[in-house]
Structures are given as C-alpha cells and as structure tokens.
C-alpha cells in the first residue's frame, strides 16, 4: 500500500455553532468558488464495545453523503494524521475557535 493510499485527513470546522471533527481520505478545494470538497468519510469500526454518542450522530449525519462542500470561512484547521481517531460534535461556545473575518463591502 502506498502512502498516498493511506492518507487519512481530520478536518474541523464550525457548522450552527458547533465544532465538527471529521476524518476523511480525500480533500480538495472545490471548483465552487469559497468551498472545500470533503470526501470518502471515515469512521471507527463498530467493533468496539464502547460507543461514542457523538461519532453516532456524525455517522448518522453523513450516511449516504458521496461529497460535502464546506464553506472555506468554517474551517478551523485541517491535519493530516498517521491514525484515526474519533470524530465528534462538540458545542463552540466558550471556545477560543473564532470565525473567519469577511470583507466589508465598500459603502456605495
């Protein structure tokens, strides 16, 4: 297996006031202008005895989904890991994760 094969991305990003911390294998920015295009999922294996709520719900969120396109001014940080890890859904209040700054538009 190549490298490339085993590329495994964690991407965080704020969606309605939460932080959301996925895995991916593949990550690129989007032909639609301000995107970013987040796809082949990846979860943990059910195999394991305890069950993290928030990885469900994630998991639950993103059935069936072939592509996300997040909007390049929610993104938090974006890492790529040796291992994967656990996503999950955790509140931003409180938090030190500020939005990106928008342009003002000019006073006509």
Do not use: C
Request: aromatic share 12%.
């Amino acid at each position: 297996m190549s490298k490339e094969d085993a590329q495994i991305f964690k991407v965080i990003f704020v969606n309605q006031g939460q932080v959301f911390e996925i895995y991916a294998k593949a990550i690129y920015q989007s032909d639609l202008w301000g995107f970013l295009e987040v796809e082949e999922f990846v979860f943990g294996e059910r195999t394991q005895m305890v069950i993290d709520p928030s990885e469900e719900k994630l998991k639950t969120q993103f059935e069936g989904v072939i592509r996300s396109y997040i909007p390049m001014h929610a993104i938090v940080r974006i890492d790529e890991v040796e291992r994967l890890g656990v996503a999950r859904i955790s509140e931003a209040t409180g938090s030190n994760i500020m939005s990106f700054p928008l342009p003002v538009p000019p006073k006509a």
